[in-house]
């Protein structure tokens, strides 16, 4: 699995400029392309977002570039990092430096976020990973960061029995997602056409070499990376994930 990661990212694309460690690239995988956004914890921070200084939500990603413009901070790549409600507050377990700003929803209901199992994406001592809300709620990690979403994409190495991972599903949307490959390192994956779950799933299974990842969003599924060209103007978004230039 570390081998398929490795040479996976060795064609990445180097975002420009000094001590850059977000890597972007273009991919096709059967009939659908896929943008994958790797971020290097060595020397990277990733962080999240949700509200400004006059805590007011973001609401979309050049919101959250032309904000942190203000204040001298470069934003370098940035995403939708989970479900929300209608006053775009996470929808889950948000977590800002150690900070639980809302707390784990281990609820049941309807729609994709609910869809067993959902996860959490997080960073803690032990680095990055994407644990089951269940696991969360068993182990009680301490994270410096945490977002929840659903469902899980790939589990312990397989892609999830959740009814929505039918292969034949005719169910098609844009969709992104997050797993970490190991510890000290972050993928973001979202696509670029319209996918079926179990589609997704499988990329990442078999082509970014997770065998974790947690689905983020579908078709709202956002993405600022200047690198490749990408600076979406989605509607209204809840929390997302941003990373910073050097």
Not at 36 to 55: G, T
Not at 110 to 129: H, K, Q, S, T, W
Not at 226 to 235: A, C, I, K, L, T
């Amino acid at each position: 699995m570390m081998f398929v990661s490795l040479r996976i990212f060795g064609a990445f694309l180097v975002c420009s400029g000094l001590a850059q460690a977000i890597e972007c690239k273009v991919q096709k995988f059967g009939e659908t392309q896929f943008t994958l956004c790797r971020v290097d914890l060595r020397r990277e921070a990733l962080h999240l977002y949700w509200k400004d200084e006059a805590r007011n939500p973001y609401g979309n990603l050049p919101a959250l570039r032309d904000s942190l413009a203000k204040h001298g901070k470069t934003l370098s790549f940035a995403t939708n990092a989970g479900m929300y409600q209608e006053d775009l507050s996470p929808l889950g377990l948000y977590v800002v430096d150690h900070r639980q700003l809302v707390p784990l929803n281990r609820r049941t209901g309807f729609g994709n976020f609910y869809r067993p199992p959902n996860g959490v994406f997080l960073i803690d001592e032990r680095g990055a990973r994407v644990l089951t809300t269940q696991e969360y709620a068993d182990t009680s990690p301490h994270p410096e960061l945490a977002s929840q979403s659903g469902p899980v994409l790939v589990h312990q190495g397989a892609i999830t029995e959740s009814p929505v991972m039918n292969p034949q599903s005719t169910s098609l949307r844009i969709r992104n997602g997050v797993c970490a490959p190991s510890p000290d390192a972050v993928v973001f994956v979202i696509s670029d056409s319209p996918v079926s779950f179990y589609a997704f799933a499988k990329f990442f299974l078999e082509q970014v070499g997770c065998g974790e990842a947690l689905y983020l969003d579908g078709s709202i599924s956002s993405l600022y990376a200047p690198q490749v060209g990408r600076q979406d103007h989605s509607r209204d978004l809840g929390p997302m994930f941003g990373v910073l230039s050097n």
